[in-house]
Structures are given as structure tokens and as C-alpha cells.
């Protein structure tokens, strides 16, 4: 009778006597141990899990904690610095001998479950996280008011003159004499000559006060 076993990754197939290296368990030399996760059973009448064989398990016995055959890994670099390292590993394992193949009744058996070192620190790892309490997670902040858009400076107040009324006087160079508050056809005809020589600065049209007339156009829808 054999049986095929899972353990560290891999798959092995026993019968009893068989001596066996596997990945390193926690367990010491002497110790008794036991594989549950079997993936068939063969024999007279073979078995296949799905995926694994529901009571059974392989029992064995640990001999010893070895090294296996020397592994060299070399890397060159060519191009770039021209470097070269060689790095060698010796993976740990447990050499064990097969002492018993069980059909069913494993988890009645009292025999120590086999595990792997790595395993049992990755468990403590991971009961000690599942332990720690979970962070609270930050509340969203409320969305900002969002701000009333601020007014053109350029709106002409209550009462104002419409200046498009003046030759050459369009919307974009209306909300620029507004801007320079002249809001009515009254100011314009009051200009000086100073005054029309700050607003041709002002309005960046320079002699174009004169050349149109506005003061004499102000003067005349006044009156009007």
C-alpha cells in the first residue's frame, strides 16, 4: 500500500519504511509525526481525494535535521558596472522514516500534526496581526462651501449711461471705462484736456477720444 502526501509544497509518494527528506518541520530528532494531508491512497482499492482523502494520513518518524546538497548561483553582470557574484545555499530539511499509512481515524491518532518551521513562525506572524485592532479608518471631510462668484468690478452701477452709445464704444471697451469709473455720458463731457489724455493712457487708444468726438457725442446726449 502507498499513499502520495503533500508537505512544504511538493508532493511524495511513501509506503511504510520508505525514508524520506522534506522540507525542514518543527520537530526534533525522535519525535513522532504525522502528514494529513494526503492526496490518494493506493492499493487494492485506490482512493483519490478531492482533494484530499477524508481520515487519512501518513505517520513518521524524524531521524534527523540535515542540509541538502550545496547550490551555486552565479550572476554577471556585462554590460553596465561589469560585476559578478557568486552566492551559494544549502537548504534545510528533516530526514524522516514512514512508519505508518492510516486509511482513516487520523485525527483520532494523538500524533503530533507535521508542520513546517517556516509555517509555525508565519502562524505566530499572523495571529499577532490578526490581534492587533484595526485602524480606524480617517472620516471624509465635508466638501467646502463652495464661494459666490465675486461680482465683475466692471457692472455698471444702478443709473449709469449706456456708453455703447458712443462712436466706437463697444462692450469690451465700455467695461473699460467702467472699470476707470466713468459710468455716465455727464463725466465724459466734463473731460479737460488732462482728462482725456489720462483716460487715452487708461484705455491703451491713445488719441482716440479726440478722433471720435466723445465729449462733443456726451455733450449732445446730455442734452438729449
Same mark, same amino acid.
Given at each position: 500500500? $502507498?499513499? /502520495?502526501?503533500?508537505?512544504?509544497?511538493?508532493?511524495?509518494?511513501?509506503?511504510?519504511?520508505?525514508?524520506?527528506? @522534506?522540507?525542514?518541520?518543527?520537530?526534533?530528532?525522535? %519525535?513522532? @509525526?504525522? $502528514?494529513?494531508?494526503?492526496?490518494?491512497?493506493?492499493?487494492?482499492?485506490? /482512493?483519490?481525494?478531492?482533494?484530499? /482523502?477524508?481520515?487519512?494520513?501518513?505517520?513518521? %518518524? @524524524?531521524?534527523?535535521?540535515?542540509?541538502?546538497?550545496?547550490?551555486?548561483? $552565479?550572476?554577471?553582470?556585462?554590460?553596465?558596472?561589469?560585476?559578478?557574484?557568486?552566492?551559494?545555499?544549502?537548504?534545510?530539511?528533516? #530526514? #524522516?522514516? /514512514?512508519?505508518?499509512?492510516?486509511?482513516?481515524?487520523?485525527?483520532?491518532?494523538?500524533?503530533?500534526?507535521?508542520?513546517?518551521?517556516?509555517?509555525?513562525?508565519?502562524?505566530?506572524?499572523?495571529?499577532?496581526?490578526?490581534?492587533?485592532?484595526?485602524?480606524?479608518?480617517?472620516?471624509?471631510?465635508?466638501?467646502?462651501?463652495?464661494?459666490?462668484?465675486?461680482?465683475?468690478?466692471?457692472?455698471?452701477?444702478?443709473?449709469?449711461?449706456?456708453?455703447?452709445?458712443?462712436?466706437?464704444?463697444?462692450?469690451?471697451?465700455?467695461?473699460?471705462?467702467? %472699470?476707470?469709473? @466713468?459710468?455716465?455720458?455727464?463725466?465724459?463731457?466734463? =473731460?479737460?484736456?488732462?482728462?482725456?489724455?489720462?483716460?487715452?493712457?487708461?484705455?491703451?487708444?491713445?488719441?482716440?477720444?479726440?478722433?471720435?468726438? =466723445?465729449?462733443?457725442?456726451?455733450?449732445?446726449?446730455?442734452?438729449?
Amino acid at each position: 500500500m $502507498f499513499a /502520495v502526501l503533500k508537505t512544504g509544497g511538493k508532493q511524495y509518494k511513501v509506503q511504510s519504511g520508505d525514508l524520506l527528506r @522534506v522540507e525542514k518541520l518543527a520537530a526534533d530528532a525522535g %519525535e513522532k @509525526v504525522q $502528514f494529513n494531508e494526503i492526496l490518494m491512497l493506493g492499493g487494492d482499492s485506490p /482512493v483519490v481525494g478531492a482533494p484530499l /482523502v477524508e481520515g487519512a494520513a501518513v505517520q513518521a %518518524e @524524524v531521524i534527523d535535521q540535515v542540509k541538502g546538497d550545496k547550490v551555486i548561483n $552565479f550572476v554577471k553582470r556585462r554590460r553596465k558596472h561589469g560585476s559578478q557574484r557568486t552566492k551559494g545555499h544549502r537548504q534545510k530539511l528533516t #530526514l #524522516l522514516r /514512514v512508519t505508518e499509512i492510516l486509511e482513516k481515524g487520523a485525527d483520532k491518532s494523538g500524533v503530533k500534526a507535521a508542520i513546517g518551521a517556516g509555517s509555525v513562525a508565519g502562524v505566530t506572524v499572523a495571529a499577532a496581526e490578526a490581534k492587533k485592532p484595526a485602524k480606524a479608518k480617517p472620516t471624509a471631510k465635508p466638501a467646502a462651501k463652495a464661494k459666490p462668484a465675486a461680482k465683475a468690478k466692471a457692472e455698471a452701477p444702478a443709473g449709469g449711461d449706456d456708453l455703447k452709445k458712443l462712436s466706437g464704444v463697444g462692450p469690451a471697451l465700455e467695461k473699460k471705462l467702467v %472699470e476707470a469709473g @466713468v459710468t455716465t455720458f455727464a463725466q465724459i463731457a466734463a =473731460w479737460t484736456e488732462a482728462d482725456v489724455a489720462e483716460m487715452d493712457e487708461k484705455l491703451s487708444f491713445k488719441g482716440r477720444i479726440e478722433r471720435e468726438g =466723445w465729449i462733443e457725442q456726451a455733450k449732445e446726449l446730455t442734452k438729449g
